[in-house]
């Protein structure tokens, strides 16, 4: 059977401003994208290593987010921001809740 080529589609979101006020959201979606991403690493038994091995399941980035590269950090913010984009454009309002 011939397996069809993967064209992804995702919504446009170019039209979608997010809000200066949410710039601390999206650093704290960012963070939590790596951690999840290094969690589910680590238990498939990569480890850090100075340079990327997938053969000796080796990568830089197991770190904490905040002792990332800024190069690498973008690609966790580019995520949260456009998650954050999709949910406004779907019709959906983001707001902090008020805590007493």
Known sequence: M????????PVDTSSVALPLELQPLVETIAAN???VWAQGRISEGW?????RDDAAKQTPCLMPYDQ????????????AMETLKL???????????KLY
Request: cysteine-free; proline content about 8%; charged content about 30%.
């Open 2 to 9: 011939k397996r069809k080529i993967y064209t992804p589609s």
């Open 33 to 35: 994208v790596h951690s």
């Open 47 to 51: 480890t850090y290593g100075p340079t």
């Open 68 to 79: 990332l590269p800024e190069t690498e950090k973008a690609y966790d913010r580019q995520t």
């Open 87 to 97: 949910i406004v454009k779907l019709g959906w309002k983001i707001e902090k809740q």
